[in-house]
């Protein structure tokens, strides 16, 4: 029994090259310019040699690319086709469309996303930038879109108390763990999450989930504007066109038995 129980907790084989060869993929998150193996081995805390290795062999499968004129690795096309089959397969196409009726009814930035680790990575909406088709990766903990992703997590997402310190941004973002968890309490029980220029200055976004049939957001949908357009008075408005574009969301997104 002991023996048997020593192999179930054993890793695979080739379990470390495959989360070092990921590693080296989440390098590339920022869309900054293309990394030497030297960038590549600093960032993801390996030799150069192994870093490089690496590199190589991601080339050959089509999910790196190295310049052959100064020898720097970019994401290769296979990430492209891989992210393009996903975005369909989720139906993120057919979001875009409900987000830029909800945008032009509450004259604000719409917005959809998905957690990522300790980010809020939004897919699509107004935030998505036109020339790459990137969104923004934020924070949880000073996001209105992160809170929501929060208190509604999946299965095996982390806890909001393993996310580590919580850098601030303005003087408004929450940094102490137990505010955290109170802010997260107090979404769950009002439905909705609030991002009172606690990211930037001057900006206040409210959020609310796309909830699956477990409970369990699936995506955070936001609204985005300036605290003299989204005033508390018209709270409730914006909340409702929030919460009938996330009905409409669910439908789109979601397959019927999974739907809350």
Known sequence: MAEAATAVQSPPAGAQAVQR???LLHCFHDNGPDLSASDLARRVDLSVSTAHRLARTLVSAGFLEQDEQTARYRLGPAVAELGQLTFHQRGLHLAAPELEVLSRRTNA??????RSGPHAVILVGGSVRPDTGLGLRRPLHSTALGKVLLAWPRPGEAAASTLGPLRPFTGRTITEP???DEELERVRATGYALNDGESAAGVR????PVLDGGGQARFALAVRSTPAHLTDDRLDWFLGHAR???DALAVLLLPPDQRA
């Open 244 to 246: 009938s574009c996330a």
């Open 178 to 180: 137990a505010l955290l």
């Open 21 to 23: 060869a990921l590693g």
């Open 109 to 114: 930035t719409a917005d959809l996303a998905i």
């Open 205 to 208: 976004t409210v959020a609310v």
